[in-house]
């Protein structure tokens, strides 16, 4: 099954784009939902499509290294908390953020290796029912 197909990118992506719709609509949201969700859901929305990317060139049973993710968090720590509150008055560093990125690459992580794996035992028992 397609990564970008799977209802939890799905889910994902229309939860994002609903805080990013509500908030240009100036929609009052509560506190974690503006300020965290979609620093959460950055991290699996952009690896699950670098991982489809690589899956084309690589094989359907490629995975990214948690290697690869930890270098990806940490580019968006540096930045998106570091180098553009430095150059950008809309941005403002916030450890919060560090935290969503790393618990976004944790969620990716899982999902990739849970979910979307072509090995997923989950898939398979309920596959078989």
């Known amino acids: 099954m397609s990564v970008l197909k799977h209802w939890t990118f799905i889910t994902m992506l229309v939860v994002g784009g609903a805080i990013y719709t ?3 609509l100036e929609v009052e949201l509560p506190s974690f939902i503006n300020n965290y969700v979609n620093d959460i859901l950055s991290i699996p929305l952009t690896m699950a499509v670098i991982l489809v ?3 084309l060139w690589k094989g359907s049973t490629y995975q990214l290294s948690p290697l690869m993710i930890t270098s990806v968090v940490l580019y968006y720590t540096f930045y998106f908390e570091y180098y553009l509150p430095q150059h950008t008055s809309r941005y403002t560093a916030d450890l919060y953020d560090i935290g969503c990125y790393i618990l976004g690459g944790i969620l990716f992580y899982l999902l990739q290796q849970y979910v979307w794996s072509a ?3 989950l898939q398979k028992k309920v ?3």
């Open 127 to 129: 596959s078989h029912k």
């Open 119 to 121: 090995n997923n035992s």
């Open 53 to 55: 990317i690589l899956r």
């Open 22 to 24: 509500a908030q240009r």
